[in-house]
């Protein structure tokens, strides 16, 4: 069983940060990508941020320059640091993990519960 744990969301103020952090855990042979999606109320998910396990990043245009991918291989951990937040950043952000795990050696993506993230005054 693998589980991904969110955490670092809240509520702050339009031109402030947050820290989130995702930690996988549980039968994890390998990971080859750990990604943050998030999901506004009305719109569809979108992939906000992704980090292979070798350090190749990219990120969403509406993001891009605000907000920093990064990660710790060796605990599992993806983390994303966002700067300068607009009300529009608003959103529940998923943790993605896309991994190998050690039941059956099976490649498949696992998904956070979610966090909640709230820009405003």
């Known amino acids: 069983q693998v589980q991904l744990v969110e955490s670092g969301g809240g509520l702050v103020q339009p031109g402030g940060s947050l820290r989130l952090s995702c930690a996988a855990s549980?039968?994890?042979?390998?990971?080859?990508?750990m990604r943050w999606y998030r999901q506004a109320p009305g719109k569809q998910r979108e992939l906000v941020a992704a980090?292979?396990?070798?350090?190749?990043?990219n990120y969403a245009d509406s993001v891009k320059g605000r907000f920093t991918i990064s990660r710790d291989n060796a605990k599992n951990t993806v983390y994303l640091q966002m700067n300068s937040l607009k009300p529009e950043d608003t959103a529940v952000y998923y943790c993605?993990?896309?991994?190998?795990?050690?039941?059956?050696?099976?490649?498949?993506?696992?998904w956070g519960r979610g966090t909640q993230v709230t820009v405003s005054v």
């Open positions: 549980g039968s994890i042979f390998s990971i080859n990508a």
């Open positions: 980090i292979t396990s070798g350090g190749s990043t």
């Open positions: 993605n993990a896309n991994l190998r795990n050690t039941v059956g050696f099976m490649t498949q993506d696992y």
